[in-house]
Nanobody, 126 residues
Framework: QVQLVESGGGSVQAGGSLRLSCAAS????????MGWFRQAPGKEREFVAA????????YYADSVKGRFTISRDNAKNTVYLQMNSLKPEDTAVYYC???????????????????WGQGTQVTVSS
């Protein structure tokens, strides 16, 4: 049974930082590309960042480029999202996702993923 468990969310003031973690189990982690998506109230889920199964390629939404950093630790089956210079518009539920390396398509699209976590809330106040 595959599980993706996010942690590290919380409330922070604008300009602050948070680090999200996503611990994966029940899959061969090193064969999966990993992504972070977010969904704000009343809005559709949107892509935030992704990292290839090799870890050599990373992708970011324009809205977070230069502020967020995605990384992975294959020894711990964990992917991270370091979020700096947070803004109120970053407020959302953040979801971790895993997509097998043999899947076609861009890691920036939700259709490229096989498994999803339950999400962790991030709230940024002004």
């Amino acid at each position: 049974q595959v599980q993706l468990v996010e942690s590290g969310g919380g409330s922070v003031q604008a300009g602050g930082s948070l680090r999200l973690s996503c611990a994966a189990s029940g899959l061969t982690f090193i064969t999966y590309g990993m992504g972070w998506f977010r969904q704000a109230p009343g809005k559709e889920r949107e892509f935030v960042a992704a990292i290839s199964w090799t870890g050599s390629n990373t992708y970011y939404a324009d809205s977070v480029k230069g502020r967020f950093t995605i990384s992975r630790d294959n020894a711990k089956n964990t992917v991270y999202l370091q979020m700096n210079s947070l803004k109120p518009e970053d407020t959302a539920v953040y979801y971790c996702a895993a997509g097998h390396r043999f899947r076609s398509g861009s890691l920036a699209t939700s259709l490229s993923y096989d498994y999803w976590g339950q999400g962790t809330q991030v709230t940024v106040s002004s």
